[in-house]
């Protein structure tokens, strides 16, 4: 099964920068498109990044939503079997616990999710 470990949240002042980590396990890594999720205290969990497979001619393709489009940024390294999110221009509905998780070439994210990382934005 696949499992993922989310890193690198914390408080931070409006304005300011994080870089969340996530590494996952139990699937090949480099075949699956990673994305990065949030969920706000009594909203839904929503997508806010994707990043393709680098297999394929549109391999490490990026989509962001557009409420974080020009201030977030998705990357992976298959190496490390790590995926990140550097988040710059923080603003306080950025504030949710961020998760990560991997969808096959079929298109399905997998029904597996790791602890998140929370993600504080205040002054």
């Known amino acids: 099964q696949a499992l993922f470990v989310e890193s690198g949240g914390g408080w931070v002042q409006p304005g300011g920068s994080l870089r969340l980590s996530c590494a996952g396990s139990?699937?090949?890594?480099?075949?699956?498109?990673m994305g990065w999720f949030r969920q706000a205290p009594g909203k839904e969990r929503e997508l806010v990044a994707t990043?393709?497979?680098?297999?394929?001619?549109?391999?490490?393709?990026?989509a962001y939503a557009d409420s974080v489009k020009g201030r977030f940024t998705i990357s992976r390294d298959n190496a490390k079997n790590t995926v990140y999110l550097q988040m710059n221009n923080l603003k306080p509905e950025d504030t949710a616990l961020y998760y990560c998780?991997?969808?096959?070439?079929?298109?399905?994210?997998?029904?597996?999710w790791g602890q998140g990382t929370q993600v504080t934005v205040s002054s």
């Open positions: 139990g699937f090949t890594f480099s075949r699956y498109a």
């Open positions: 998780n991997a969808k096959s070439a079929m298109g399905h994210w997998t029904g597996y």
């Open positions: 990043i393709t497979s680098d297999e394929g001619s549109a391999g490490g393709s990026t």
